[in-house]
């Protein structure tokens, strides 16, 4: 008999009961580090008193209003992201694929009112992870999720990453322009080159197409900046985000200049949740930690610790790890030894990881986390790779 919660995934047997900072606790008293941070999403850990409070404190004045009026806390939000960013007014929803879906109908939506009405495909990236929806399963293009659900939705094109010649390729008189995640997440924490970054922003330029760029795992402070796409020194036209933003409170946005921005008119899209009073505060107390002096570049330093940890112990032990990728503390460490065993065993040290795509194991631990915390963790990770090799000996080397 099919269980009543619906069984799309394949859970862990462990269910939590409270959180402080960077650690979980089961009931019997069980404690795991954090470095999985519900997806990327916890980005102030659990039970941050600011954040806590102002969900509590804006629960108990009002919740839901709608978008009919003015939600003075979504105002608020927005223009400490258009202060902290390139945009110039942001759209807020609910979740990555719905932010995603309406950066991709304001690129159109500026196309046709720029007297380019045919012009309306993406190209998009192998490896791509652009949430669940019907389009967005197009936009990232992986027949493992396409599977079974009908003709995909048209308008997205697929090229190699870091591949300038290809994607020059893919342009036709019906591209509306280029989406990316500046740093893959789902697909295996893959960079794309700043040079390569850069040279899709000239790309654009050249062929009058829009540059949007998927921050929703790698926005928010993730890299140890705002967001990642700055490391690279280049402006985009649209921005989703999503994840973070709310430190593990339901938020989404869309961030884009006014020449795009302004053709999202009054009507053409809308939302019954996102931007609430209670969203909003949650992504206010976030900002109020993240846009501290120096909290970014503190995430930064400690991504350094964690990444120099990992290098130690991938030189330590070959034959279980071969390479550490990604930025701040958005990392992964390439396994020799199957990613999904790895990550059990992992459990079992007390250590929650997430794995991604191209074997890779995801360390993206709460941006609040301290330098010993990531030590314990590389501690924990190489005493689950003994772990595996003693479990299947046929990996041992
Ligand atoms: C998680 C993710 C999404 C989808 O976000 P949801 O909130 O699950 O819809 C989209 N893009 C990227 C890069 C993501 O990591």
Redesign the pocket.
Known sequence: MIASLMPTYNRADLAFERGDGVWLYTSDGRRYLDFGAG??TSSLGHGHPHLVGAIAEQAGRVMHVSNLYRVPQAERLAQRLVDASFADSVFFC???????EGMVKMMRRAMYAGGHPERTRMICFNG??????LA?LSA?GNEKYLQGFGTPVDGFDHVPMNNLNAVRDAITPHTAGILI?PI???GGVRSADGRFLRELRSTCDEFGLLLGF?????GMGRTGRLFAHEWAGVKPDVV?T??GIGGGF?L?AILATEAVAKHLTAGSHGTTFGGSPLACAAGNAVLDVVLQPDFLDGVARTGEVLREALEALAEAQPDAFNGVRGRGLMLGIHCVLPNTALQAACMAEGLLVVAAGENVLRLVPPLVVSEEECRDAVQRLGRAAARVRQAEPAHAS
């Open positions: 997806i990327a609910n979740s990555g694929a719905e932010a995603n791509a992870f652009h949430g669940r929806t967005m990232t995640e893959q997440g789902e998927d921050e929703v795992q790698c989703s999503a994840k339901p989404g």
